[in-house]
């Protein structure tokens, strides 16, 4: 069954340092999302892509996100100078229409 | 203010019982999924509806519409239930998730 795969699985960095989480959709999927889940919170929508642009993103994502779809397979994250509060679990998701399929996730700490 | 509320926040039944997991939400949607998370952290989508009802295998799926409700049921639940149920909504017109808080669920052998 095709699934959604993320890399690396975990990453650490130290504070202002960028980092760039890779995940490779569904092959045939159109849509791409990213969430972060804090540890301990709920699920938080960060953006969602389409048709090579965002089309959706919340207060969240501000100016140190950028999402990109370097080439057909590819769809990363880049957060440009982390902060400790960055330090959550990353997904991405795709999906044809409607019904999102998850990757396994980036856990990320920011020392 | 929450828009998507689960209830309960834990629950903890023996291996067996049948299992109701709640969740309500106060805007419009166009799709509601429940979801598991395990341990290690991984998602997986369980269901989406827009109305009605779905089953698969041990787990049913309900929602009223008009109410602003879902359930997600577990019947003869076995340990390897246990996992966190998540209840998370699609809004009219948007593509992102609005997630609740999530139901955590022990199933004791």
């Known amino acids: 069954e095709p699934e959604v795969t993320q890399t690396p699985s975990h990453q650490v960095t130290q504070m202002g340092q960028e980092v760039i989480l890779r995940c490779v959709p569904i092959?045939?999927?159109?849509?791409f999302y990213w969430y972060r889940q804090i540890l301990g919170q709920k699920v938080e929508f960060l953006v969602s892509f389409y048709n090579n642009e965002i089309s959706e993103k919340s207060e969240i994502f501000d100016d140190q996100f950028s999402v990109e779809r370097p080439d057909g397979s590819n769809f990363t994250l880049k957060i440009r100078s982390t902060k400790l509060e960055d330090s959550a679990m990353y997904f991405c998701?795709?999906?044809?229409?409607?019904?999102?399929?998850f990757g396994p996730g980036t856990r990320l700490l920011v020392l | 203010k929450n828009e998507v509320e689960q209830s309960p926040q834990n629950l903890t039944a023996q291996e067996g019982e049948f299992i109701t997991i709640n969740c309500s939400y106060s805007v419009g949607i166009s799709a509601l999924h429940w979801l598991q998370q395990h341990p290690g952290g991984g998602i997986v989508s369980l269901f989406m509806l827009s109305s009605g009802k779905k089953k698969h295998g041990r787990l049913i799926a309900t929602i009223n519409i008009q109410e602003k409700h879902s359930s997600l049921h577990i019947t003869a639940s076995h340990p390897r239930d246990s996992a966190v149920y998540i209840c998370?909504?699609?809004?009219?017109?948007?593509?992102?998730?609005?997630w609740g808080a999530g139901t955590k669920l022990i199933i004791k052998p």
């Open positions: 998370a909504v699609r809004v009219d017109s948007n593509y992102q998730l609005i």
């Open positions: 998701a795709s999906s044809e229409l409607a019904y999102q399929y």
């Open positions: 092959s045939n999927h159109l849509y």
